[in-house]
């Protein structure tokens, strides 16, 4: 559920995690108690998107469709939303969430 190069921060750098190895070295940073808990008070009323892709609340995710480079995307298709898979590209951590203190 992720793509990569995830952007994210670590030690205060923001940063490109280049695959899944690197991911699970720093999963507790990058999915820090903040993150965690914004994702998972999260409701469909949360949801919202522009140009960048989908967030919730205040940008502590961010995720999109992905759509294979040079594939030509009908988005008036029935299935269109179905037929691509969802992704996270970057994680907005380090911060404190008003909802979320500890």
Known sequence: M???PLLTTLKGKKVHIPG???LLAHYDEIFD?????A??????DDVWGNY???TI?????????IIP???KVNSDAPDFWTNYSFKVST???GSPISDCAK
């Open 91 to 93: 994680v907005n951590n």
């Open 20 to 22: 899944r190895a690197q």
């Open 39 to 44: 994702v998972q008070k999260a409701r469909s």
């Open 2 to 4: 992720i793509e990569y």
């Open 57 to 65: 609340k205040l940008g502590e995710i961010w995720f999109d469709a």
């Open 33 to 37: 108690t903040e993150v965690r808990c």
């Open 52 to 54: 960048q892709g989908f």
């Open 69 to 71: 480079r040079g594939e």
